[in-house]
């Protein structure tokens, strides 16, 4: 599969033209005339009309040399999208179309089939499960038309997606207990018993016989599907779960820009209220911009808006009362000070008056630590930050740069910049007078610099750069990328710069950010407005502070609201390893699995008239637009057809997958339009994580442009995703070979040093031999069982044991051999497929036993290899040097030296890490084994 999103429809773009099923008649119809499928065989792939004959006891298709036909009820089961390894070939292109198989006869065997359209697909797979069924309850020659159409009137009637469910899993008109866990065993990755089963059709099912019965109807199985539980949402992730004891600098963290504006920085106004919202909504990095104010006391506004200012005593009682409702995590203060150094003296005995018990006392000068505090260190405190001091004027007052917005940081060297009369001048270089008689009225630097006082250096008190405890600011200067950055200064740099950074300079801005928080703020040159650009860019690259507008109602917002409600909502998200730890380029992320993301728009209840709507219509045309935000590479979207006139219960059936490279900042957002309105086309949107991305039949509860929960609207969605995304345009060999291309060393045109780096070479790709098979093989695993890769082993090895019974209980036994390894086995006669899952079990845990194993010896070759290559080389600059290379040619061979050492102490890591989760692994399949009734067998402790 191509990194390019792949859209499947099954309508064409004219509505007019579908040949959408409304009655039993048609559907009837639609079988007994036949509908021609692509058959899918080894050798070629043939055109065929199927078609159902009259007393539904047989399934022919022609033209066919063997006199084709299938007997209904011998079909085992029949699979919806790509089940088999032949419709799971890399070279079969099916795009716009849909893929199920057919289970059938004592050999299992496999009928594949590809349809036109979704809705093809959707009806067959349905009339042919429901049949199956019912001819096996049914005597041979017993007439069941009156027993289909009735199931084919209620499936074309009301939610038909829920009736295809029931027939699915059920006899077409009721689920039991057991059906009800296979359900949620095979589609919502949900392992329950039987009497949980019943514990959730007691809650749900309306019918107060059929709770007797133990049974479920399709209302009860959708109230089911509606409830919380059954949410798109992981609500596991609304609870504080991340480790909270790393560096601030390894977390991101939620960020406002004009905390205090009320709306566009041109024509809104400042108010306390804009706080408040803030705060309560989870910030946890606001801004405070003091002005000049009168008696004596400065005051809180923007540079751009008119209107009253506000008074710091009513913002430092509003901060300290409410800074951690929402969570107690730390509150980052940014102070901009623009006032003089009499009522910054004054600023900051309010703070230290109304804040004090939150303030942290951490000296800003203390080396001693090595690295910033964590959250947790600093639960319940207040990070005051502002532009400080050098250690040597902290006696004194001084001059420092301001007011990042006015004066966006250069990105070109210093030699080229054109002449600027009294521009915004260094920290680093501007001279800084120790005394207050060296202070200059603000007024009259205004005039000297031609009006340009916000970019010119502004007098900052020494009481005042004192309380900044924790963190001073700095401006961002890209020539700096390269040097050491003290973990103890804030960067700034604009979303302008930082978007012509990220494809250029991505591994310095994320070695930096490993260390060192950085802020990303909204470039005025094209945020004047106040509108947002999108943080995941951002975000890629490791930058912790993104802050957004959010006074703005934006998808912006959306997606900084979503990604920060995961971890229980606090404001903290640990990033992930690869932007902490290691190395990480913009082409290759360790420790970062893709995923192929699949995702089915199926239908949407209840939706309301669009949101400011001019006038409220009768009818609606809904589509879907479904956008993925991530990084730069990974950013998609696609929309649904219009379904028009249909408001109350409107049905797309159409499909979208794509590959996401970075996971772990994508989103998926949600949004409902109406086609047609007039004025305002927004219906609903909802934005969710992929990190809290339930899998399998969920609702999407639909949320207005501000954040709130729209009553009963809902869309209806099938999710699902395979996270070791094994197969691509080239096979699933590619994967190997692209993991292997990953980890090869850089040349740095040195003979003497390529020579040897070829031996990390060849270490890395035995590497890749070791591990790569135990992935394959648990997809294989997967695949027989006719379950997608993100299926979890505890449902894998249930399911196993559901088709492996015999006399009430498991006809498996497992044995346990002496090199950790199991195998599975059995004499009784079961159906084909599950011995084929028990032989790719088998070769899963002994892949994972040999990868245990061979962890460590690995690990120590790297390490003796790291040691020889540094106590070889020890002064890599002079041997470069002496090799004839100068200016770029040594600054790149410098670079390619550093990453390949850096690449062979991050895999070691990795493979550390790997070797916890096979062990892992390995003990969960053992202890699924036992649960479920496998018998033990004595192994061959000699193994």
């Known amino acids: 599969m191509s990194d390019k999103s792949v859209r499947h429809v099954s309508f064409l773009d004219d509505y007019e033209s579908t040949r959408r099923l409304h009655s039993a008649d048609a559907c009837l119809f639609m079988l007994l005339n036949g509908t021609y499928f692509v058959k899918i065989r080894p050798r070629g792939h043939y055109a065929r009309l199927f078609q159902v004959e009259d007393n539904f006891n047989y399934l022919i298709w022609s033209p066919s040399a063997k006199n084709g036909r299938v007997v209904i009820s011998e079909i085992h089961d029949v699979r919806y999208g790509r089940n088999s390894s032949l419709l799971l070939d890399p070279d079969l292109e099916i795009e716009g179309r849909a893929a199920f198989t057919l289970v059938h006869g004592p050999e299992f065997s496999l009928v594949d089939l590809v349809a036109d359209s979704e809705e093809e697909a959707t009806v067959w797979v349905a009339c042919l499960s429901f049949l199956s069924k019912l001819k096996r309850t049914k005597l041979k020659d017993e007439c069941v038309m009156e027993d289909f159409m009735k199931f084919a009137g209620d499936m074309c009637g009301g939610r038909s997606e829920i009736g295809f469910l029931i027939t699915r899993y059920g006899n077409g008109q009721l689920v039991t207990a057991r059906d009800l866990r296979y359900f949620l065993l095979i589609e919502q990755n949900l392992s329950l018993n039987d009497e949980e089963c019943v514990v959730l059709i007691n809650e749900f099912e309306p019918d107060e016989d059929l709770r007797k019965q133990d049974c479920m109807s399709a209302k009860g199985l959708a109230e089911l599907l509606l409830s919380r539980q059954f949410d798109i949402y992981n609500h596991s992730k609304s609870v504080v779960y991340q480790d909270m004891t790393q560096p601030l600098s390894h977390y991101f963290i939620a960020s406002s820009h004009n905390t205090f504006l009320s709306s566009s920085q041109s024509d809104g106004y400042v108010s306390l209220g804009a706080l408040h919202r803030t705060l309560n909504r989870g910030c946890r990095y606001i801004e405070v911009d003091l002005w000049e104010g009168p008696r004596k006391t400065p005051v809180v506004r923007h540079s751009k808006c008119t209107g009253e200012a506000l008074e710091l005593i009513r913002v430092a009682k509003l901060i300290g009362t409410y800074a951690f409702t929402a969570s107690e995590y730390p509150l980052i203060v940014r102070v901009e000070h623009h006032c003089s150094l009499q ?32 959250p947790e260190e600093l639960k319940r405190r207040i990070i005051l930050v502002t532009k400080s001091l050098p250690s040597e004027c902290l006696d004194g007052d001084g001059f420092v740069s301001e007011d990042d917005d006015l004066f966006e940081p250069w990105s ?35 005039s000297a610099a031609g009006g340009c006082k916000p970019s010119l250096p502004i007098l900052t008190a020494s009481d005042l750069s004192k309380l900044s405890s924790c963190l001073t600011l700095r401006s961002f200067c890209e020539s700096k990328l390269t040097n050491e950055s003290d973990y103890r200064h804030l960067w700034s740099f ?81 990033k992930p390893p690869a932007l902490t730890r290691g190395l990480a380029s913009f082409n290759m992320l360790p420790g970062i699995t893709p995923i192929d993301l699949t995702i089915k728009i199926i239908s949407a209840q209840n939706l309301p008239d669009p949101f400011l709507a001019e006038f409220r219509t009768e009818v609606l045309d809904p589509c879907v637009r479904v956008g993925v935000h991530g990084a730069t590479y990974d950013e998609t979207s696609f929309k649904t057809r219009p379904c028009r006139n249909s408001r109350e219960r409107p049905r797309w059936d159409e499909t979208f997958t794509c590959k996401i490279r970075f996971p772990d900042i994508a989103l998926i957002r949600f949004h409902v339009i109406d086609a047609d309105s007039i004025g305002s086309d927004f219906i609903g949107q909802f934005t969710v994580p992929i990190r809290c991305l339930c899998t399998g039949y969920r609702h999407v509860r639909l949320k207005t442009p501000d954040d709130h929960v729209i009553p009963d609207a809902t869309l209806f969605v099938h999710i699902s995703y395979n996270k070791s995304a094994p197969y691509t345009n080239y096979g699933r060999m590619s994967t190997k070979r692209a993991r292997k291309e990953a980890l090869t060393c850089h040349l740095t045109t040195v003979q ?192």
């Not at 915004?424 to 005394?435: C, E, G, H, K, Q």
């Open 752 to 943: 003497d040093f390529d020579v040897h780096f070829k031996k990390f070479n060849s270490l890395l790709g035995r590497v890749v031999d070791v591990f790569y098979p135990a992935e394959a093989a648990v997809l294989d695993f997967k695949l027989a069982l006719g379950l997608s890769g993100s299926v979890s082993l505890k449902c894998c090895m249930r399911l196993l044991a559901t088709h492996s019974w015999e006399s009430g209980r498991p006809v498996v036994s497992m044995t346990e051999n002496g090199d950790g390894s199991l195998h599975f086995s059995t004499s009784a006669v079961v159906p084909e497929f599950v011995l084929r899952a028990m032989t790719h079990l088998n070769s899963h845990t002994e892949y994972i036993a040999n990868s245990i194993a061979r962890a460590n010896p690995f690990v120590e070759e790297m390490k003796s290899l790291h040691l020889e290559t540094m106590s070889k080389w020890e002064n890599i600059t002079d041997v470069l040097t002496k090799a004839g290379l100068s200016n770029k040619q040594l600054k790149k061979a410098q670079t390619a030296f550093y990453w390949n050492l850096g690449l062979l102490k991050m895999e070691a890591t990795e493979i550390k890490d790997t070797e916890s989760r096979l062990q892992v692994a390995l003990s969960l399949i053992k202890d699924c084994a036992v649960s479920e009734g496998f018998a033990s067998l004595p192994g061959n402790k000699g193994a």
């Open 494 to 574: 604009s979303s302008k710069l930082m978007q012509s950074l990220v494809p250029t300079r991505y591994e310095m801005l994320v070695k930096r950010h490993q260390c060192c928080i950085s802020r990303a703020y909204p470039a005025f040159s094209e945020h004047k407005d106040s509108s947002n650009f999108m943080p995941t860019v951002a975000w890629s690259c490791g930058t912790q502070c993104v802050a957004l507008n959010w006074q703005t109602i934006c998808p912006e917002m959306d997606v900084m609201m979503s990604m920060f409600s995961d971890n229980g909502a606090c404001g903290y998200l640990l």
């Open 343 to 374: 009522q910054q003296r004054r600023a900051t005995a309010v703070f230290r008056h109304y804040l004090s018990a939150f303030l942290v006392d951490w000296d800003i000068n203390d080396n001693s630590r090595g690295s910033l505090p964590s």
């Open 412 to 446: 070109t060297p210093e030699s080229k910049r054109p002449k600027r009369r009294r521009s915004a001048l260094s920290i680093d270089s501007f001279p800084y007078p120790n005394s207050e008689s060296a202070s200059l009225d603000l007024k009259i630097m205004g």
